[in-house]
């Protein structure tokens, strides 16, 4: 998304920030499936709340970046040894 010149840099590293922290929060260890998708869910509401500041600069959460997003999620989800995790379900409550 750095890349792409309609997603503006300082929106770009604010969203960039969520799935690093559902990282930190994941390190503590999930206890389950379950436990995972409280995390994501939690971290696609974060993420949710940069519509307004990716408005604000003229942008928009596009295809892109929603299949970037969804992306990182699910690699965070095989890395911390959930390889069956549904992408839907890790980010259920997102707005975009």
Not at 16 to 30: F, I, N, Q, S, T
Request: aromatic share 10%; hydrophobic share 45%.
């Amino acid at each position: 998304m750095y890349e792409d010149g309609y997603c503006p840099d300082h929106v770009v590293h604010r969203g960039r920030a969520v799935p690093l922290a559902l990282c930190e929060r994941e390190r503590a260890g999930a206890a389950g499936l379950a436990a995972l998708y409280v995390l994501t869910q939690a971290a696609t509401e974060e993420f949710n709340d940069l519509e307004a500041a990716f408005e604000a600069a003229g942008s928009e959460i596009e295809t892109v970046a929603r299949d970037e997003t969804a992306g990182d999620f699910d690699f965070v989800a095989r890395a911390y040894g959930f390889p069956e995790a549904d992408v839907a379900e890790l980010i259920a409550t997102r707005e975009w």
